[in-house]
């Protein structure tokens, strides 16, 4: 059945792929058949093991800044001469409220720094890393930018404002980067999964902060992941199901779609 997809000798590169979503995605793309470049901070949780074959490469990167976004790049093209796509996932979440009403947690509070770091990494760093693969991919008037966003950021999410803002962002550069790229041969789609089985995201620190944000405690914060009055299909999203059709989209089976995200949310919203 992988055949459908014709993947085979294809390359992606998946950023933020030592992990959770980004790591389901690099190994099923791998399983597949295409080359897989892997840029991440650290690779703890992630090894040659992982990967049948030797057609794998992990790259540490840091993709707020530039310099180590062009050395993946670089890296990516010295092992395996192109890129066909670029999965721009690498991401974090830190919960905050515009303002700690209760005023109990003044560190739950948005202030400037847990802004930066959400804006460079969910934002700065997808442009950096879609700039530097676009400029490979035009070489060859072929490929396909996945931007991986969330939800949230069409429909605005409580305690997470500052996040959904930089998810709307990606939104927006899929929508812009399709009608400056795709002239050139080059698809540019969206993902937006809703809540997903757990991944290094969802720490117990991540966890106690939303709850807070919420006036709820981690108990009921959790059951509500497999609620229907959250997501019509009462349970998480399952990693594989991201990935596989990210796997879907990276290929010519997903030819004529481009410049939309698609919501893999099981109806949390509709986007
Ligand atoms: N888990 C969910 O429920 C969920 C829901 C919606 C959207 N998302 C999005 O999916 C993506 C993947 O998240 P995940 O849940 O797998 O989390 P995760 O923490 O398991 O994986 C994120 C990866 O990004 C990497 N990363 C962070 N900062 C980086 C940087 N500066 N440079 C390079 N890599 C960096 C991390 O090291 C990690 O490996 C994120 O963009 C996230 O916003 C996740």
Request: glycine letters at 12%.
């Amino acid at each position: 059945m992988n055949n459908w997809l014709n993947l085979e000798g294809k390359v992606a590169l998946v950023t933020g792929g030592a992990s959770g979503i980004g790591k389901e995605i690099a190994l099923n793309l791998s399983q597949n058949g295409m080359k897989v470049a892997v840029g991440d901070l650290s690779f703890t949780n992630i090894s040659d093991d992982d990967f049948d074959g030797d057609s794998f490469h992990l790259i540490e990167c840091d993709v707020t800044n530039l310099d180590s976004v062009k050395n993946m790049i670089t890296q990516t093209i010295e092992r395996f001469g192109k890129i066909d796509v670029l999965v721009n996932n690498a991401g974090i979440n830190m919960p905050r409220l515009l303002v700690d009403v209760k005023g109990e947690h003044p560190e739950y509070e948005l202030d400037e720094r847990s802004f930066d770091k959400m804006y460079l990494v969910n934002q700065k760093g997808a442009f950096f890393c879609g700039q530097a693969a676009a400029k490979e991919m035009l070489k060859n008037n072929s490929g396909v930018i996945i931007n991986v966003t969330s939800e949230c950021g069409l429909e605005g999410s409580e305690g997470q404002s500052a996040y959904a803002a930089t998810k709307a962002a990606v939104y927006s550069f899929t929508r812009s980067w399709a009608k400056e790229l795709g002239r050139s041969g080059i698809r540019v789609v969206g993902i937006a999964p809703g809540i997903i089985e757990a991944t290094g995201l969802r720490t117990l620190e991540y966890e106690k902060a939303l709850a807070y944000t919420r006036n709820i405690s981690v108990e009921q914060l959790r059951s509500g992941y497999e609620s229907t009055s959250t997501t019509p299909l009462g349970r998480a999203g399952k990693l594989s199901e991201i990935a596989d059709a990210v796997a879907f989209l990276s290929s010519d089976r997903a030819g004529y779609i481009h410049g939309v995200t698609y919501n893999v949310a099981g109806g949390k919203t509709r986007g």
